[in-house]
Structure formats: structure tokens, C-alpha cells
């Protein structure tokens, strides 16, 4: 009974340490991911950036051609100006070259601000390109050192497979299929120590005359709360494999 026991806590500790390097090899792609999320949205706010900028550059092209208009109005208006023989009238052609003049000043004030609003966005799209760049080869780092790290985890797990395959041989079919199932339904812990009377896996205390059976430990036994299989902690002999094993992980 003691080496069918030892072959359960062997296949234990073996699955404990798959399902370590599995969970480990999930986390991979959920850190790329959230990478390549942060890269699509860089990327977006560039583009916005450019189309931003785009529009102010277009608004002052149509001011500036707003503004060569008025100037070839003021021409016009100073030429009509020197041909002018009443003073009414005059006065009239002095007014409408006044009315240029301010809209001109008020279109060329509007050129400033949107050149303004230029030179602001274009140091704001240089920088956003630089880190959008960086964050690209952040990305493709991780990426190589996520490949990496799926291969060592692989080779890894190779090992342990190999391993689970010679437990799973060692022990009774039956008492195996019992095994996974436990272990399916119990967060991946199937075969659990009681120490001091109390089942690790739940923590109930056993009736102390199936604690006084399972220290004689001449059949496999269950708690009968939680039903997974149980040994006796401080046996000696078991606590060393297990030690051994790295159970305590
Ligand atoms: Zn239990």
C-alpha cells in the first residue's frame, strides 16, 4: 500500500507541476495581447494626430488665400481711390478700404493662432511617432523573448509528461480513473496529507477511528468530506517523498 501511495503522490506532485508550466504558458499571449492593444491604440491616436493636423494646415491655406483676396480688393480700391473727384465719394472709398484692412488684420490674426495650433501638434505628433515606434520594438522584444520562453516551458513539460506517463502505469486503472476525476473536480488536487487528524484538502478533522485506519494505512482511503484520497502526513517514510517532491509548493 505504501508504494501505491507513493506513486499517487508522485502523479500528484507531477500534475501539479504541468498544470504550473500550462498556467504559465497562458499568461504569454494575454501579455502580447494587452501590448498589441496599447500599439492599436498608439497607432489611432497618431493617425488622429495627422488628420488634426492636416485640417489646421488646410484652414490656413483658406485663410491665406482669403487674405491675397483682400489684398488684390485694397488694389483695386486704392487705384478707384486716385480717379475719385467728389469728397462723398472719396470719403466712401476711404471707408471700404478701411473695412478690408480690418477684415485682412483679422484673418491674418486667425493665421497666427492656427499656426500656433500647428507647431503645438506637430511636437505633439513627433513625440507620439517616436513612442509609438519605441512601443513597437517593446513589442517585438517581448515577442521573441515570449517564443523563448514557450520553448523552455515546452521542454519542460515534455519531461513531466513523460514522467506522468511512467506514474500513470504504475498504478491501478481503476484507482487512476478515480484519481483524475478527483482531480478534475477538485482544483487539481486529488491525493491530500491529514496531519495532526485534520484533511488538508478541506481541513475537516477525521472521526478518529477512520484517522486511527489510515495510520495503520493498509488500504487507500478517502476523507469523507471531500473525498479526495488521503495519507497519513506524518508517516515518515511518505513525508520524506513528498518533501522530495516539492508538495509543499
Ligand atoms: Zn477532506
Not at 65 to 78: H, I
Not at 204 to 210: D, E, T, V, Y
Request: aromatic share 4%; glycine share 4%.
Amino acid at each position: 500500500m505504501q508504494k501505491v501511495m507513493k506513486n499517487l503522490i508522485g502523479l500528484q506532485s507531477c500534475d501539479l507541476i504541468i498544470k504550473r508550466i500550462n498556467d504559465k504558458k497562458k499568461k504569454w499571449p494575454v501579455k502580447i495581447q494587452n501590448l498589441e492593444n496599447r500599439l492599436k491604440m498608439a497607432e489611432n491616436r497618431l493617425k488622429d494626430e495627422l488628420n488634426h493636423l492636416e485640417l489646421f494646415k488646410l484652414e490656413k491655406r483658406e485663410i491665406e488665400l482669403k487674405v491675397e483676396s483682400l489684398e488684390g480688393r485694397t488694389e483695386k480700391s486704392n487705384i478707384k481711390l486716385s480717379a475719385i473727384k467728389s469728397n462723398k465719394e472719396y470719403q466712401a472709398a476711404l471707408k471700404e478700404i478701411e473695412d478690408i484692412e480690418r477684415e485682412k488684420a483679422d484673418y491674418e490674426d486667425k493665421v497666427l493662432e492656427v499656426m500656433e495650433n500647428i507647431e503645438k501638434l506637430d511636437k505633439e505628433y513627433v513625440t507620439s511617432k517616436a513612442d509609438t515606434a519605441k512601443l513597437k520594438g517593446e513589442i517585438q522584444k517581448e515577442r521573441d523573448k515570449v517564443i523563448k520562453e514557450i520553448k523552455a516551458l515546452d521542454k519542460e513539460l515534455k519531461i513531466h509528461e513523460k514522467e506522468r506517463t511512467l506514474f500513470c502505469r504504475s498504478i491501478d486503472a481503476d484507482l487512476l480513473k478515480k484519481y483524475d476525476h478527483l482531480r478534475q473536480n477538485r482544483g487539481g488536487f486529488a491525493v491530500t496529507p491529514v496531519i495532526n487528524g485534520v484533511c488538508g484538502g478541506c481541513n475537516m478533522g477525521m472521526p478518529p477511528q477512520k484517522f486511527n485506519e489510515l495510520i495503520c494505512g493498509d488500504k487507500i482511503m478517502t476523507c469523507p468530506n471531500c473525498h479526495r484520497i488521503i495519507y497519513w502526513g506524518e508517516e515518515k517514510r511518505l513525508k520524506d517523498d513528498v518533501d522530495q517532491a516539492g508538495m509543499s509548493e
